[in-house]
C-alpha cells in the first residue's frame, strides 16, 4: 500500500524495529535472565545508544580522545550489528530498539547500580573537551546536586509560580543515582505538560526525563545546567537523526530516497518534518565522511546518482543531490530553518577529528 510522505516515518519505525528485533530478542532476553552491571568503582557510567554503526564509531572515538579511562562505557546495540572488538574498553549489550526512557531506566537501575554517577548522552551528542570530567566533578560536590546537563531544552521552560527553570533534557545529562533511586523515579515521558513555551506553542507532553526533573525541582534538589560558554566547549550535536535513519534503511537506493522528499507538497516544507529529515541526511553524510576518515577508508562514488560511501548505507544519496532538493524548495522554507548548525558541527568534527 502506498504511504504518503507524513504516514511514511512511523510505518518504517516499526518494520525496522521488527527488523532489528532478530538480531537483538534473544541478548535481550539473556539479559534480563543475567542482570549483568558494571563492578564497583569510582568512575562514572556514561551510557548511549545506537540505530547508526558509523555514528557509534565517530561517538566513540571522541569519547575516548576526550574522556578517556576516567568513564565506563555503556553502548545500547539496537540493531545488533556491532563488532564489541571496535569498541575497546566499552561494554556493548544488543538490545531491542525500545523506548530511550525504557533503556536508560534499565541502564541507571541495574547496569550502573554500583556507581554513583549514571550518565547519559546521545550518540549525536560528540564529547569535544576533557573538561566534561572536571565539569562534573565540580558540579556534583555541591550539597543537594541530583543532575547536571550539558544540553539543555531550549524552547520551553518549567514554571513554579512565575520562577522560570531550563528543563536538563536527557539529551546529555548525568545523574546521581542515590537521589533518582531514592525518589523513586523514572526517565518515562509523561502527559500533561503545563509549561509555557518559548515564542512557540507549549510543549504539551514531557519528554525523557522532564517528568522527573520537574520532581527533583520542586522537592528542593539541584539540577545544574552547565553554562553556554562550557556546553560550547564541552558538547557538539546534530540533531534528531533517528527518522533519517530509519529512512535509509527502509529505501534500496539513493533515487528511493529523493523521491521520498520530492514527493512531498511543495508548501509542507514550512514545517519542521521535512526540513528536519533532510538535515539530519546530510548529517548522515557527514558521519560517513568521519567514518571513513577514521577507518582509513578513501570514500569511493557508488554511481552518479549515489552517495560516496565508507559504511554501506546504500540509500544515502550524494550531498549534492540532497542541496539541489532544498534549493529547489528554498522558496517555501522558513527563515530560521537553516543549515548554520549543522555546518558548524560537521566543521568543528572535521578539525577536531
Keep these: 500500500m502506498a504511504r504518503s510522505y507524513d504516514q511514511m516515518l512511523g510505518y518504517v519505525f516499526k518494520r525496522n524495529s521488527l527488523r532489528f528485533a532478530w538480531r537483538t530478542l534473544l541478548p535481550t532476553l539473556r539479559y534480563c535472565l543475567t542482570r549483568p552491571s558494571l563492578p564497583p568503582g569510582d568512575k562514572p557510567a556514561l551510557c548511549t545508544m545506537n540505530i547508526l554503526p558509523p555514528m557509534m564509531t565517530v561517538w566513540h572515538h571522541f569519547a575516548k580522545k576526550n574522556i578517556g579511562k576516567s ?27 525500545f523506548y530511550a526512557s525504557t533503556k536508560g531506566d534499565i541502564f541507571i537501575r541495574s547496569i550502573a547500580k554500583n556507581r554513583r554517577i549514571a550518565w547519559i548522552c546521545d550518540d549525536d551528542m560528540f564529547l569535544m573537551s576533557r573538561e566534561c570530567m572536571a565539569i ?11 543532575s547536571v546537563s550539558f544540553r539543555p531544552r531550549e524552547w520551553w521552560e518549567f514554571d513554579f509560580d512565575g520562577k522560570r527553570l531550563q528543563p536538563s533534557s536527557s539529551y546529555c545529562v548525568a545523574l546521581n543515582r542515590e ?16 509549561h509555557p513555551g518559548l515564542n512557540t506553542r507549549p510543549p504539551r507532553r514531557y519528554d525523557t ?3 522527573a526533573n520537574e520532581i527533583l525541582l520542586k522537592k528542593g534538589y539541584r539540577c545544574a545546567i552547565v553554562g553556554p560558554e562550557e556546553r560550547e566547549r564541552c558538547v557538539a550535536e546534530f540533531s534528531g537523526l533517528s ?18 522528499f520530492r514527493s512531498a507538497p511543495p508548501e509542507r516544507w514550512n514545517g519542521n518534518l521535512l526540513f528536519g529529515l533532510m538535515s539530519a541526511m546530510l548529517s548522515v553524510c557527514t558521519i560517513q565522511d ?5 577507518k582509513g577508508n578513501p570514500l569511493t562514488p557508488r554511481s552518479s546518482a549515489g552517495s560516496a560511501v565508507g559504511y554501506p548505507l546504500p540509500s544515502l544519496p550524494a550531498r549534492g543531490e540532497l542541496l539541489k532538493i532544498l534549493e529547489e524548495r528554498k522558496q517555501f522554507t522558513r527563515p530560521d530553518q537553516t543549515l548554520d548548525a549543522l555546518e558548524k558541527t560537521s566543521a568543528r568534527l572535521h578539525a577536531e577529528l
Excluded at 136 to 144: H, I, N, Y
Excluded at 243 to 260: E, N
Excluded at 290 to 294: C, P, T, V
Design 71 to 97: 568513564a565506563d562505557i555503556v553502548i545500547f546495540d539496537c540493531t545488533g550489528t556491532l563488532d564489541p572488538k571496535e569498541f575497546p574498553d566499552a561494554h556493548v549489550f544488543p538490545f531491542l530498539n
Design 136 to 146: 562534573l566533578e565540580r558540579e556534583f560536590a555541591v550539597p543537594g546536586t541530583a
Design 179 to 194: 537521589i533518582f533511586m531514592q525518589e523513586k523515579l523514572s526517565l518515562a515521558p509523561a502527559p500533561d505538560n503545563p
Design 209 to 211: 526525563f522532564d517528568k
Design 243 to 260: 527518522g533519517a535513519v530509519m529512512l535509509l534503511y527502509h529505501f534500496k537506493t539513493p533515487q528511493q530516497t529523493l523521491d521520498y
Design 290 to 294: 568521519l567514518y571513513s576518515k577514521l
